[in-house]
């Protein structure tokens, strides 16, 4: 069953439902509340990640910079919705369960394109200049370009949802492009606070003094080398993700689901929690999921309540 905390009200109100399994219409705009999803009673429901793995097609698109970007599509049949799907950091298109909620979203009647961006690792798509990690304002461009690529091509996009970072970036995305981002938005595992403390985790205590004092620091990873700059991990610390919540409260166009795996150790789940009492949205945590969703039982409750929210 699943447990809904209703924090438009008292904050502490509990009430108990059964667990969504079919395409049902998900709420729109409805009180923040946290849905605590268990993996134990996951069948084979349709639209889940155990759907057959449909044919891929590749699509190529332009950014506002220039580079070419692909994707692969997934197509749900003739004159379907289509959703786009946005990878995170050091990842790319095939990241996250991409594929699998692809399949189970085609299986539903819905398409999909999942694209990789300029600052994918091992991805298909075109990148000029250095690798960089806090360009969140290129890839909200990248994003709506898939989505004007997509409308261009006579196509009915119905949704966008981003994994990690890029549900960072989707949140940013809704705020600032009320007016034509798709109205179904789902922040996936999503980083809500980009603080000095996840960077400080990642790269040291006193990154950003150092930084600032010595210059760009050369970093080398299993997939190549790159320097980080104090510029780069500024625009990641200033991002004002507070007031991107509230713009996307203030929208009733624009409904956001944030799903978050209880297990995650990369990006703790309360954070989609947070994101969601501040925009007025759901936030859906997943018992036993990781990051990436890496058990099949949590994947197919991730890819199950991904339908769920997108068929509605």
């Known amino acids: ?30 009180p923040c509340r946290t849905v605590t999803r268990s993996t134990s009673r996951i069948r084979g429901a349709r639209g889940t990640c155990a759907a057959m793995v449909p044919v891929e097609t590749v699509r190529s698109f332009k950014s506002v910079r220039g580079e070419e970007l692909k994707g692969s599509f997934v197509s749900g049949g003739d004159a379907t919705p289509v959703v786009v799907l946005a990878h995170g950091y050091t990842s790319n298109r095939n990241s996250c369960k991409f594929a ?22 091992g991805g298909l798509s075109e990148r000029h200049g250095p690798f960089r990690m806090g360009n969140h304002n290129d890839e909200v461009d990248d994003i709506h370009a898939a989505v004007t690529f997509l409308r261009d091509n006579g196509d009915t996009v119905v949704g966008v949802l981003g994994h990690s970072k890029g549900g960072c970036n989707v949140v940013k995305y809704a705020a600032e492009h009320g007016d034509v981002c798709p109205p179904l938005v789902i922040n996936l595992a999503g980083r809500f606070i980009p603080g000095r403390a996840s960077l400080e985790r990642r790269f040291g ?12 620091i050369e970093r080398k990873e299993p997939w ?20 991107y919540a509230g713009a996307i ?6 409904t956001l689901l944030c799903i978050h795996g209880r297990e995650d150790a990369v990006i703790h789940y309360s954070e989609s929690e947070r994101c969601a009492r501040l925009s007025g949205s759901r936030a859906v945590i997943i018992e036993g999921g990781d990051h990436n969703f890496t058990s099949p039982a949590a994947a197919s409750a991730m890819c199950a309540e991904v339908v769920c929210f997108f068929a509605g």
Request: glycine share 4%; net charge positive.
């Open 1 to 30: 069953k699943l447990t809904s905390i209703d924090f438009s009200a008292t904050c502490n109100a509990r009430v108990t439902r059964p667990a969504c399994m079919n395409l049902i219409s998900a709420p729109r705009k409805s």
């Open 100 to 121: 699998q909620i692809a399949a189970a979203l085609a299986a539903a009647g819905i398409s999909s394109l999942r694209f990789d961006h300029p600052m994918a690792i």
């Open 205 to 216: 205590e006193g990154i950003l003094e150092r930084l600032q004092r010595d210059g760009p």
């Open 224 to 243: 190549g080398t790159w320097a980080i700059t104090y510029d780069d991990v500024r625009e990641r610390i200033d991002l004002p993700m507070d007031s």
């Open 249 to 254: 409260a203030a929208n009733q166009r624009v």
